[in-house]
T-cell receptor
Framework: EAQVTQNPRYLITVTGKKLTVTCSQN?????MSWYRQDPGLGLRQIYY???????DKGDVPEGYKVSRKEKRNFPLILESPSPNQTSLYFC???????????FGPGTRLTVT | RKEVEQDPGPFNVPEGATVAFNCTYS??????FFWYRQDCRKEPKLLMS???SGNEDGRFTAQLNRASQYISLLIRDSKLSDSATYLC????????????FGTGTLLAVQP
């Protein structure tokens, strides 16, 4: 089954404790991206990747890191999480940006 | 001004009604346009792409007006299952490969 998976689905953590949210897709897609969704602000792109070892900033990259060492995986790293990073995070993939985005199920992160 | 703007709603309509949503975008060089649907606390899913000539998929019709920089979504014969948030999505084009999402329009179809 073609899908995008994210782990964990729910995470409660404390300020400053490094965490990684994993994202994996099995569709051989070139393009992958991370979004955060907040009430009233909608989905905002954090980082995206056009291919292995090619990443670029979206609209809200501060406080986040990503890597793309393999085509299928695109982890999101929060080196020192803060409460303003409490949000719902989605990973997505597609063959190219101007094509249908396939989203993962989301990760609800709470930073206290 | 936001790059993509939508009326947040909610739009409360009875079953069988026709409802229309608009979305405006600020970048005249925008290249690709989409409507996504998002159910509560779920991931967004593509509803339809929007083509310059307009396109229809069953009860759904999407239109693009490049001169006025807006896209629209028309839903005919609304069903209870159409209740969701509808997201307008634009690719700005040019040197960027970003995607810009509107904040969404909430539709509630009432029995």
């Amino acid at each position: 089954e073609a899908q995008v998976t994210q782990n964990p689905r729910y995470l409660i953590t404390v300020t400053g404790k490094k965490l990684t949210v994993t994202c994996s897709q099995n569709m051989n897609h070139e393009y992958m991206s991370w979004y955060r969704q907040d009430p009233g602000l909608g989905l905002r792109q954090i980082y995206y990747s056009m291919n292995v070892e090619v990443t670029d900033k979206g609209d809200v990259p501060e406080g986040y890191k990503v890597s793309r060492k393999e085509k299928r995986n695109f982890p999101l790293i929060l080196e020192s999480p803060s409460p303003n990073q409490t949000s719902l995070y989605f990973c997505a993939s597609s063959p190219i940006p101007s094509y249908e985005q396939y989203f993962g199920p989301g990760t609800r992160l709470t930073v206290t | 001004r936001k790059e993509v703007e939508q009326d947040p709603g909610p739009f409360n309509v009875p079953e069988g009604a026709t409802v229309a949503f608009n979305c405006t975008y600020s970048n005249s060089a925008s290249q690709s346009f989409f409507w996504y649907r998002q159910d509560c606390r779920k991931e967004p899913k593509l509803l339809m792409s929007v083509y310059s000539s307009g396109n229809e998929d069953g009860r759904f019709t999407a239109q693009l007006n490049r001169a006025s920089q807006y896209i629209s979504l028309l839903i005919r014969d609304s069903k209870l299952s159409d209740s969701a948030t509808y997201l307008c999505v634009v690719t700005p084009g040019g040197a960027t490969n970003k995607l810009i999402f509107g904040t969404g329009t909430l539709l509630a179809v009432q029995p």
